[in-house]
Nanobody, 124 residues
Framework: QVQLVESGGGLVQAGGSLRLSCAASGRAFSECAVGWFRQAPGKEREFVVAISRSGGSIYYGDSVKGRFTISRDNAKNTVYLQMNSLKPEDTAVYYC?????????????????WGQGTQVTVSS
């Protein structure tokens, strides 16, 4: 079993930055690919980025390419999402998710474990 806890969300002005963390419990975390998703009110869950278990393969959603950076520290059981140049349209609840395979995917239904989410609000 893997339990995920997101942190680092908050209120920021447009153009600002935030760093989200996804801390995991359980030794299996290093065997998992991890994805970040987000969901705005009234919208479907949207893929943000995924990272492989080794960190060597990363796949970004089109809306965040060049602005967001994912990284992981398996020794700390933590994945980070650095978000720069934030826009009001980035406002959403951000979720991290893990799947017990090597590589990530943009499909949310392919993930086995989910965190509770952290709110990110970008003001204009």
């Amino acid at each position: 079993q893997v339990q995920l806890v997101e942190s680092g969300g908050g209120l920021v002005q447009a153009g600002g930055s935030l760093r989200l963390s996804c801390a995991a419990s359980g030794r299996a975390f290093s065997e998992c690919a991890v994805g970040w998703f987000r969901q705005a009110p009234g919208k479907e869950r949207e893929f943000v980025v995924a990272i492989s278990r080794s960190g060597g393969s990363i796949y970004y959603g089109d809306s965040v390419k060049g602005r967001f950076t994912i990284s992981r520290d398996n020794a700390k059981n933590t994945v980070y999402l650095q978000m720069n140049s934030l826009k009001p349209e980035d406002t959403a609840v951000y979720y991290c998710a893990a799947r017990k395979v090597a590589v990530g995917t943009p499909r949310p239904d392919a993930y086995d474990y989910w965190g509770q989410g952290t709110q990110v609000t970008v003001s204009s």
